[in-house]
Structure formats: structure tokens, C-alpha cells
């Protein structure tokens, strides 16, 4: 989903499960750094209160290294007998 104004542009999406979700903004002329924000809800499983979290990335250079990472965990290798890369021993 993403939404637009004259000064900003906004987006966000769901990441799999409930309570996690990334969000994005940019302004339309430029003049701020692009931003991505990863956010979970708060919860409570078995007893145990899990505060929300989130992380905030506010720059061009910290987005791109943010695509690096990414790139590289979703890099499938051929995988052998039982899922040992490079193939069979």
C-alpha cells in the first residue's frame, strides 16, 4: 500500500506475520534522506510481555547497505544430499 501528498510519499507493507511490518517515506523534492521503518506490535505469549520494537533507517547509504544484507541472506546456493551447499560430499 502506498500513498502520495504534494511534499511526501508513503508506503507500507506486512512481513509475514502478525505485528511485523515495514514502512517507507520520502519527500517528493528530495531535500530529506529516504527513511524505512521495521516495527513489531507488542505481545504476550505464555505469560511473557514482549515490548514493540522497531528500527529506523534514515539514509540513502544505510538503505543501500540495508539492500546488501538482503541480497546476500536471499543468494540461494545449489544445495546437495540434505541441504549441504555445494552439493554432495
Known amino acids: 500500500m502506498s500513498s502520495a501528498t504534494p511534499t511526501f510519499e508513503i508506503g507500507a507493507r506486512a512481513l509475514g506475520y502478525y505485528g511485523l511490518m515495514a514502512s517507507w517515506r520520502r519527500r517528493s523534492d528530495g531535500r530529506w534522506e529516504p527513511s524505512v521503518c521495521i516495527a513489531s506490535a507488542a505481545s504476550t505469549d505464555d505469560s ?37 551447499a555445494g552439493g554432495a560430499a
Not at 57 to 75: C, K, P, T, W, Y
Open 48 to 84: 511473557t510481555y514482549e515490548p514493540a520494537q522497531s528500527v529506523t533507517i534514515n539514509s540513502r547509504a544505510g538503505l543501500i547497505a540495508l539492500r546488501e544484507v538482503i541480497d546476500e541472506a536471499l543468494r540461494q546456493e545449489p544445495s546437495g544430499p540434505a541441504g549441504q
